[in-house]
Nanobody
Framework: QVRVVESGGGLVQPGGSLRLSCAAS????????MGWYRHAPGNQRELVAQ???????NYADSVRGRFTISRDNAKNTVYLQMNSLKPEDATVYYC???????????WGQGTQVTVSS
């Protein structure tokens, strides 16, 4: 059974930093493309950052230069380092695993990020 579990959300002041973690199990992690998405009420879910099995990385324009995605295949974990956080970054962040073995897309339950003074 595939499990995707996010952690690391919380409350931070504007300009602050957080690091999100996403641990995946029940899949061949090194073959998966891993992504972080976020969803705000009334808005569509948007891709924040993605890292492929080969290490290719994409960022949303709104976070490029502030957020960094990375993966540790030995720990089956993907990270999202978020710096210079803004109030508009506040929402629930979801981890997605686009898995090859087993094939399928798997979501975590989400972790809340709040940016407020």
């Amino acid at each position: 059974q595939v499990r995707v579990v996010e952690s690391g959300g919380g409350l931070v002041q504007p300009g602050g930093s957080l690091r999100l973690s996403c641990a995946a199990s029940g899949m061949v992690f090194r073959l998966a493309t891993m992504g972080w998405y976020r969803h705000a009420p009334g808005n569509q879910r948007e891709l924040v950052a993605q890292i492929t099995r080969g290490g290719n990385i994409n960022y949303a324009d709104s976070v490029r230069g502030r957020f960094t995605i990375s993966r540790d295949n030995a720990k089956n974990t993907v990270y999202l380092q978020m710096n210079s956080l803004k109030p508009e970054d506040a929402t629930v962040y979801y981890c997605n695993a686009d898995s090859m073995s087993p094939a399928g897309r798997y979501w975590g339950q989400g972790t809340q990020v709040t940016v407020s003074s």
